[in-house]
Each structure stands twice: as C-alpha cells, then as structure tokens.
Nanobody, 124 residues
C-alpha cells in the first residue's frame, strides 16, 4: 500500500511558476514509476508527465513540454512537478499517481495509487 500526498498548489499569475510536490509513504517508493495528471472542471483527467523508477526517463504531454519538469528524489520518497510559464489553461486539480508498470504511463488506468490532488489556479 502506498499513500500519496500532494502539496504546493495555489494561485499564480499567467507567466509565473509553481512547484507541486507529492510525498509517498512506505519504503518501496523507488519501485514505482510516478506520474502527474490534471483535471479541470467538466473535463476528463489528462496526462501531464511521468518519470521512471530511477528517474532516468521522463515523458510529457505536448501541452506542457518545455514548460514543466518532472523529477523525483527516491531518498525523500518525493516526486516534483516544476511548472514554468504557466497559462490560464493549466488551471486544474493536479494529481500524482504511482504505478508498478513500466509502460503505458500516460494512461490513468496504468496507475495503482493516487493522491487526493492539489488545486493550481492560473489567473490571466
């Protein structure tokens, strides 16, 4: 069992930056690939970014590529999402998730555990 707790969300102006974090419980964090998803009101949950167990490989949605960076610190059981040059369309609840799988990390169904989410609001 893995428990995930997101933090760091908030209100930021367009063009600004924000870093959200996700702390995981347990001693098996490094055995999970991690992902970030987001869900805006009235929309489906969408993939944002993913990182492999060691952190050696990352993947991003086209909409955030070049602006967002996912990283992890296995010693701290934490995964991060650094968000730069934020746009109003980035406004959503951001969720982190953990997966035992190696592939398909851009699909929500791949993930085994989810956090409760943190709100990110970007004003224009």
């Amino acid at each position: 069992q893995v428990q995930l707790v997101e933090s760091g969300g908030g209100l930021v102006q367009a063009g600004g930056s924000l870093r959200v974090s996700c702390a995981a419980s347990g001693r098996t964090f490094s055995t999970y690939a991690m992902g970030w998803f987001r869900q805006a009101p009235g929309k489906e949950r969408e993939f944002v970014a993913a990182i492999t167990r060691s952190g050696s490989n990352t993947n991003y949605a086209d909409s955030v590529k070049g602006r967002f960076t996912i990283s992890r610190d296995n010693a701290k059981n934490t995964v991060y999402l650094q968000m730069n040059n934020l746009k109003p369309e980035d406004t959503a609840v951001y969720y982190c998730a953990a997966s035992r799988n190696l592939f398909g990390l851009n699909f929500p169904s791949t993930y085994d555990y989810w956090g409760q989410g943190t709100q990110v609001t970007v004003s224009s």
